[in-house]
């Protein structure tokens, strides 16, 4: 479970909640785009934040680093509660934690150079240095990201550089903040896929030898399995699953986990369909009580489409927010253990009460 | 090094974010030089020095003085009055040399002013949103609306010959609103981009984002507001001066206008007394409309690329069209002639 | 239909603008001409006129600024607008219905005939980006450089007096009475013509340029490239596809526009005594007539926002997605 020494949890948030209130027509109503999300980050470890478009994956990021503010919960930074008001305050958090964005292109101020981006952010976050200390600064910034050798990289703007550079450069930023949380929304899905392993052994490597806790948001599952010790899966606003990368990866207990995990196309299994194909993702506007994934659940009955379910432990460090696992009478049965085979195809999971 | 004119969308239409590969605005030093190379921008540039030249030394390099009365009265061009005389044997030429130092004066005094104005205005509301906003639009969607020549002209007629600073004030004070639309809406555009979140995530001040990110990105489209408003003010200030309400005392190329119309200049077919002040203000004119097209085309590539290479498609046979490739069908493939974006489309028989 | 609601107070709050620098310019202009005025016509005046003078001029110092602001609204709602001095006794807005029609007329034909012009070619000369079409954009950019009186000045030089094509001035025959006839509305249009020609002259440029630039826009989108892909004849894309979704902005920005016409067609009026508002605007200010300068301002302004009212209906008419929005 948790590998950190000290027990205290890097950054910690409690029933964090994000709600956009509509104006106009809709006035009145809020879209939920984050309810009651309880997550834990610890130094030294990855947790990843699965889930697909619109989940609510990125809006947690920005409520992680206090980009927008929250609507509810608590946000704890080693232990002490956050508040973020004022621009000093803000600061402070910022120190402590960065975030990275996905387009490595969008998040880099396309006139200036690599030289200024960094330059800007080792003034915020260490002052004022003489200039060849500065330089020495950005030397060993590009040094860790593995930029090498850093002054073919140190003038170049942005439009020079390749995806990959890129996104180094964009972590280089954030690691001059020496920051105890680095918080990762999708930051290999817009670079080419031989290029991902590379960025994504640096962030192991960051994780290792500088004891970083990592959020890595995405919405590949499999890359979670290699770069993750724990995995939260998301859906709708709200957290369905959790519990170790493995026990997830490989016996999932949330239907939802089970779609995503046979969504990555598997050349042995014939062509299948499950109902949950027949479904889209539910409108996040004041959205009714009952489980949001009931309509494209193969599983759900009366009790689903009309409580809402909390996520409950089942055991093992593992949660899953599905009445499959309460102890009530009418709750669904749920079984995931059908294999991706033949066999399956094309299967229809009926409900019993 | 090359400069990729790689896809990059027109000013107004950016997409927030857009993917990667995407080169923008005055990016290095090799595409400002890019920006000068262009012939219409030079073209553009050198008539406007030499207006401004003009317009410092005029006043002492005028053969007459302007209200100086003389023998031939409305007299055709010679060799002593280049550009004729007027009623009272005054020399036309000299009065279009003093008078070209009020017109350019008001012209980029204005133009500074109502750029200042706009960029206050049109980035602050863009980047706070919200109520001020919305107050900020409303105040330049008013002063838009409202008639600018009728407004000058109700502001500065009661006052008695108003000077040139005071005139460029009060252009100014109409003018700004367009600018100010255009940059709130460029503003509103780059504020939701992640570059301005990124900066905002490492704890980047709010003045030191609209300074020194934001306002950078800008730089074309306040060059392009800026060149159009001094055109707007240049016209406006000859159309004042025309009309009678600066001072008589001040020369201007629309008081030699004015001159001519009370003094029935058409009807006596004296064309010399006014078409030469109209040519130097179509002069200057044009030459802005050169610098902002220059303007036009460096922010935008895909008008640079396919003018650029328009010729070149010529030869072959090809008709260009923007934002596509052409491919001769009947060669191997070798080097494309256009790098720019889009699709492969046409080809025709050379 | 919030949409309407929305612009419509728009324009209601511009009005007010206009109307408060109106209230407020004269009482921060040194000097106090009015005085003087009302003393030099001391036996003709009637106290009404000169109470009402005073409500707009301010010259009433007893009131507080607020009761002063109260009174003058109330009149200018009530449609008095002041004597004009230049022209004593006819009151301003007597003036101003007599001239405004024939501003309304040349603004309006110039207007269509400009936009339906400048639209066409800049569809043409947008879609043959970088071919020997693009000579018509200097041209036209010439046109638009030069302020509207010059060109206003040589037009009536070559077509008036060297070549007697058309009349130099005013808007009919003089000596013709104005009546629903053929030979006065002959007249008018005969009087028109070099005014609106020289206006269409040199606001077209500026449609052009929009339509061109829209046209270049709209050519690399997608949707476009798929209608040529399809094999449709190249002017069926260029109209059909391309132009149309070019033409949008142009509409909106053509409210914007009217603003730079009307200007145009002031001028224009001064150059050509055409008898419009112009006209009477250019007579204010050479007599110093300040409350007639103040009310053609007024009335500018309101014939200005009713065609940005007419504009935006248009608008919503041809974009749903402005119907919707509410």
């Not at chain 2, 997409?15 to 190379?37: E, I, W």
């Not at chain 2, 009678?244 to 029935?264: E, H, I, K, R």
């Not at chain 2, 008709?319 to 790098?339: K, L, M, Q, Y």
């Not at chain 3, 224009?268 to 006209?279: A, D, K, L, N, W």
């Amino acid at each position: 479970m948790s590998l950190d020494s000290s027990g205290m949890p890097a950054l910690e948030a409690r029933g964090l909640t994000k709600h956009f209130r509509l104006r106009g027509r809709n006035r009145g109503k809020a879209v939920h785009a984050v309810d009651d999300v309880d997550l834990r980050l610890d130094r030294g470890t990855v947790v990843a934040l699965v889930g697909e478009s619109g989940s609510g994956k990125s809006t947690i990021a920005k409520l992680l680093s206090l980009l927008i503010p929250r609507t509810a919960g608590e946000l704890t930074l080693h232990g002490e509660p956050v508040h973020g008001r004022g621009r000093r305050a803000f600061r402070r958090h910022a120190s402590r934690v960065q975030l990275i964005f996905q387009d490595p292109f969008a998040s880099l101020n396309p006139i200036h150079t690599v030289r200024y981006t960094l330059t800007r952010a080792v003034r915020i976050h260490k002052g004022h240095l003489r200039s060849d200390e500065l330089e020495g600064a950005l030397h060993e910034l590009l040094s860790r990201v593995q930029l090498t050798p850093p002054e073919r990289y140190v003038d170049k703007y942005p439009h020079e550089l390749s995806g990959g550079q890129r996104q180094r450069v964009a972590i280089a930023r954030s690691l001059a903040a020496d920051p105890e949380v680095l918080l990762a929304d999708e930051p290999i899905s817009m670079l080419d896929v031989s290029i991902r392993l590379g960025v994504l052994n640096l962030l192991k490597s960051l994780r290792d030898d500088m004891q970083i806790a990592i959020l890595y948001i995405t919405h590949d599952i499999a890359s979670a399995r290699y770069f993750a010790d724990r995995t939260m899966v998301m859906y709708a606003g709200q957290i369905v699953e959790n519990g170790s990368s493995e026990d997830i990866t490989q016996s999932p207990a949330h239907p939802y986990t089970r779609l995503l995990l046979d969504s990555a196309p598997d050349p042995d299994a014939p062509q299948r369909t499950t109902r949950a194909d027949a479904g889209e993702a539910p409108s996040l506007v004041s959205p009714a009580s009952g489980c949001r994934f009931a309509a494209r659940c193969p599983f759900a009955n009366d009790l689903c489409r009309s409580e809402t379910p909390q996520l409950l432990p089942i055991g093992d460090g593992r949660a899953a927010r599905c009445w499959g696992y309460s102890e009530r009478p009418d709750r669904p049965i749920v079984d995931l253990t059908v294999a991706r085979s033949a066999a399956a195809a094309p299967t229809e999971r009926e409900m019993t009460a | 090094m090359t400069v990729e004119p790689a896809h990059l969308t027109p000013q107004e239409m950016d997409p927030p974010n857009s993917t990667a590969g995407v080169a923008r605005g005055k990016v290095d030093r090799a595409s400002q030089l890019l920006f000068l190379r262009n012939g219409k921008v030079i073209t553009g540039l050198l008539i406007l020095a030499f207006f401004t030249l003009l317009a410092i030394i005029g006043p002492w390099v005028a053969p007459y003085d302007p209200d100086a009365l003389g023998e031939d009265s409305v007299a055709p061009p010679s060799l002593q009055h280049w550009f004729g005389t007027a009623n009272l044997g005054q020399d036309i030429f000299s009065q279009v040399l003093v008078g070209t130092r009020s017109v350019m004066f008001v012209g980029f005094v204005a133009g500074i002013l109502a750029t200042l104005i706009a960029v206050l205005v049109g980035v602050t509301a863009g980047y706070l949103g919200g109520a001020a906003d919305e107050g900020l639009s409303l105040l330049s969607n008013v002063f838009l609306v409202l008639p600018a020549l009728p407004l000058i002209i109700v502001i500065a007629g009661p006052l008695d010959g108003a000077n040139s600073l005071v005139v460029a004030i009060v252009i100014a004070i109409t003018a700004w609103a367009w600018g100010a639309r255009v940059l709130r809406a460029q503003t509103l555009s780059h504020r939701r981009r992640d570059y301005v979140e990124a900066a905002r995530a490492n704890g980047e001040s709010t003045p030191r984002i609209v300074l020194a990110e934001i306002l950078p990105n800008l730089s074309a489209i306040i060059a392009s507001s800026f060149v159009g408003t001094v055109t707007f003010a240049i016209l406006t200030q000859v159309t004042l001066a025309f009309i009678g309400v600066t001072g008589l005392d001040q020369w201007s190329w629309g008081t030699v206008l004015f001159n001519a119309q009370s003094n029935q200049a058409l009807i006596r077919g004296a064309w010399w007394w006014f078409v030469p002040a109209g040519l130097c203000i179509a002069a200057v004119g044009v030459a802005l409309a050169l610098v902002n097209f220059g303007i036009d085309e460096f922010v935008n590539p895909r008008l640079r690329a396919t003018g650029k290479y328009a010729k070149a498609l010529k030869k072959r046979g090809v008709r260009a069209r923007v934002g596509f490739t052409p491919v001769d069908r009947h060669e191997e493939p070798s080097t494309p002639v256009v790098p720019a974006s889009g699709t492969v489309l046409v080809t025709e028989e050379s | 239909m919030r949409f309407f609601v929305r612009r419509g107070i728009f324009y209601l709050v511009t009005l007010w603008a206009a109307i408060t620098i109106n209230f407020f310019l004269p009482r921060m202009m040194p000097g106090d001409p009015i005085t003087a005025l009302i003393a030099s016509r001391q036996g003709q005046i009637t106290p009404e006129q000169a109470e009402s003078i005073r409500v707009l001029f301010g010259l009433d110092n007893e009131q507080s600024l607020w009761q002063q602001y109260t009174s003058y609204l109330s009149q200018i709602l009530h449609g008095d607008l002041g004597i004009a001095f230049s022209q004593f006794p006819t009151p301003v807005i007597t003036i101003i219905k007599d001239t405004l029609p024939w501003t309304l007329g040349l603004v309006g034909l110039s207007t269509i005939i400009a936009v339906v012009v400048g639209t066409t070619v800049g569809t043409y000369i947008g879609w043959r980006r970088g071919t020997k079409a693009d000579i018509v954009l200097p041209i036209t950019t010439f046109f638009s450089s030069v302020p509207y009186f010059w060109l206003g000045l040589v037009a009536i030089l070559l077509f008036s007096v060297t070549w007697k094509i058309f009349p130099s001035s005013k808007g009919y025959q003089p000596g013709l009475v104005p009546g629903w006839n053929w030979e006065f509305i002959s007249s008018v249009l005969y009087h028109g013509a070099l005014p609106a020609i020289t206006i269409v002259l040199s606001a077209v440029a500026g449609w052009i340029l929009g339509m061109r630039n829209m046209m270049v826009t709209v050519s690399s989108e997608d949707y476009v490239t798929v209608a040529q892909a399809k094999g449709l004849s190249e002017r069926r894309v260029m109209v059909s596809y391309a132009a149309r979704n070019a033409v949008l902005p142009q509409i909106s920005s053509f409210a914007l526009a009217l603003g730079f016409v009307v200007g145009g067609t002031l001028i224009m009026e001064m150059v050509f005594s055409y008898p419009g508002i112009g006209y009477s605007l250019f007579q204010a200010v050479s007599a110093k007539d300040y409350p007639l300068m103040q009310g053609c301002f007024l009335v500018i302004t309101l014939s200005i926002l009713v065609f940005n009212l007419l504009a935006d209906i248009v608008y919503a008419f041809l974009d749903p997605r402005t119907r919707q929005e509410g």
